[in-house]
């Protein structure tokens, strides 16, 4: 495996000035601050909200919207059968090691990736990363005590709570949304009409008990996911690739990072796929539309890859999956996962809930196949099973659909609650017979896009943070994507004057009116009112000076942010024309 030395301290001063505009400007904080605050819950202020609401905005518009999918708004709590089903009781862990010193408990795999040269600890097992801490003689975070010798252990992610009162039943809170969307497929494929392919979005809060959250809002125990799941029949649907097949990309693929040398490298998803490079053409699909999606709402391209999982860090059911990461602070983060999850989720509720997961095929051609059947006398499984004559039948028509040899002897054989029994053959009413069938039941394979939208908030601050000189002072600004920008304009009246207030005041409600988001300042220099617009992000400025309320056209200046750059507009034209910028469709150099 190639190693990386990881310097994940949050030490970077960009990061740190980051954090502390977005505290003093409203974009998020540590929750619960008047009560000393709690490890990995973070509010976002005004300014964090709109940001994020309009990336989430962004996202439906390309995956839910322009792709065809439904969009579903589920539970965050579920009962306990959900996540047995799932798997994720027992497999839903991270690696944990305490201080034999100050008892405070730490990810070991983090320990070992920020003072090792080793990338991707997560990937190991318990008993390497245990001896990794012992050779490198890694001490704890927070106070300094050697950890070698203690041992590392699996520690459940989920949040557990209770469901009622008195006898009430256990619930978890959901580690992530595609739960909500799995559970609830045998409704949702009537929505899509039985027909395949269709993908269903969810938006929300998912919640993991993070050992040891970090870097504000990069590791959190309360966190925002938009995910993507799309049911796909794995003989028949392929991916249109022509749509995507151009899309330049930066690969890290699982070959690369198993050599010392290895590195990403530019291609096109077309040419990744032909080199089965990206295994999965759905995964390639999604990978394809997701990053031109990624630098419309303003991630740099120049620290931006798709990284493949290692087989050791691949859950079990995925056959392929790809992480979309950006590079902070000289780390990369993961922003997304893209898997192909083939049919594991839906068997699994399926096989606990006793529910059809599956959905018709339909033949082109009628087929007659060989079918056995069973029809068992029930004059004599009622005396000799009792209450369980029924799971019986179920046993024997299982066994006559999967192994008909089973019935070739005098009896047959079967388990039932962990006992084997028998029943004579003459008494099961075995047949072979021919049947004419138009299609057949098949469950379908799941692609997911998975995306952390807090960590893409953060991604997006980090790539727009910017320092200047303006007229011989230091400027700090967010080049923020408009589309995504929490305030679009900001409108100002140069002095305190009842003329140039009232002018700006309906200079305000006009571009509210055509759907931008406006704020309005008349507090301290102009210049000062420039300074606050531009470090929060907002593209444009609108000034109501004497000319506007003087002259015989009726004008204003529109600063933009990055280059500062002011021109006069009239103000009949202000919101039709900002509104064309902001689309996309005019660029404020042509003005």
Request: charged letters at 30%.
């Amino acid at each position: 495996m190639s190693e990386q030395q990881h310097t994940d301290d949050g030490s970077d001063s960009t990061s740190e000035k980051l954090v502390e505009l977005a505290k003093r400007r409203g974009y998020f904080f540590q929750s619960s601050g008047a009560y000393g605050g709690v490890g990995g819950f973070y509010t976002f202020g005004p300014q964090g909200a709109a940001l994020k609401g309009n990336v989430e905005d962004a996202w439906r518009d390309r995956f839910a919207v322009a792709e065809g999918n439904m969009e579903i708004d589920a539970p965050t709590i579920m009962p306990e059968p959900v996540f047995e089903a799932s798997g994720h009781l027992d497999g839903f862990d991270d690696m944990l090691v305490e201080c034999p010193e100050c008892g405070e408990s730490h990810r070991a795999d983090h320990i070992v990736e920020d003072n090792t040269m080793y990338e991707d600890a997560e990937s190991l097992e318990i008993p390497e990363v245990e001896d990794v801490i012992a050779e490198y003689e890694l001490v704890c975070p927070s106070c300094g005590a050697g950890l070698a010798g203690q041992a590392v252990e699996d520690f459940n992610l989920m949040f557990a709570t209770n469901i009622g009162p008195g006898d009430s039943d256990p619930g978890y809170l959901r580690p992530e949304t595609a739960q909500g969307i799995f559970v609830e497929f045998p409704r949702l494929k009537e929505y899509a009409r039985n027909q395949l392919p269709f993908g269903v979005t969810q938006i929300g809060r998912a919640y993991r008990n993070e050992i040891s959250p970090r870097r504000s809002i990069i590791r959190t125990r309360e966190f925002t996911q938009a995910e993507l799941e799309y049911f796909i029949d794995p003989e028949v649907d392929e991916p249109d690739l022509s749509s995507v097949e151009d899309v330049e990309v930066t690969l890290y693929p699982a070959s690369e990072q198993n050599e010392e040398d290895g590195e990403a490298f530019e291609t096109t998803i077309g040419a990744a796929v032909d080199e089965n490079i990206i295994t999965d053409p759905w995964v390639a699909y999604f990978l394809g539309v997701a990053k031109p999606w990624y630098e419309a709402v303003g991630v740099d391209m120049n620290r931006f890859r798709y990284r493949q999982h290692l087989a050791g860090e691949r859950a079990h059911y995925a056959s392929d999956c790809w992480d979309a990461e950006s590079e902070i602070d000289g780390n990369w983060i993961e922003m997304a996962g893209f898997a192909h999850r083939g049919n594991y989720d839906l068997s699994k509720h399926a096989e606990h809930s006793g529910d059809r997961f599956t959905i018709f095929r339909q033949y082109d051609e009628p087929k007659t196949v060989e079918r056995a059947t069973v029809d068992p006398e029930m004059s004599y499984l009622g005396p000799e099973f009792g209450g369980d004559a029924q799971a019986v039948v179920k046993k024997l028509e299982d066994l006559a659909a999967r192994d008909r040899s089973a019935f070739e002897g005098e009896t047959v054989a079967f388990e039932l609650e962990g006992e084997t029994h028998e029943v004579p053959v003459e008494k099961t009413g075995f047949s072979v017979g021919e049947e004419t069938i138009s299609g057949e039941h098949i469950t379908p394979h799941v692609v997911e896009p998975s995306f952390g939208v807090d960590r893409l908030v953060y991604t997006v601050l980090h790539h727009a943070y910017r320092e200047d000189e303006v007229d011989g002072e230091d400027r700090t600004y967010l080049e923020l994507e408009p589309e995504v920008a929490p305030t679009f304009v900001g409108v100002f009246p140069l002095q305190s004057d009842d003329d140039l207030e009232a002018q700006a005041d309906a200079i305000v409600e006009d571009l509210r009116e055509a759907g931008l988001s406006v704020t309005y300042d008349d507090s301290g220099n102009i210049g000062r009112r420039y300074r606050r617009q531009d470090e929060v992000g907002t593209p444009f400025c609108v000034t109501v000076d004497y000319e506007t309320i003087e002259d015989e056209e009726t004008t204003v200046t529109v600063r933009e942010r990055d280059t500062t750059d002011q021109k006069r507009l009239p103000v009949d034209e202000l919101a039709e024309t900002l509104s064309a910028i902001r689309a996309g469709d005019l660029e404020f150099e042509e003005l």
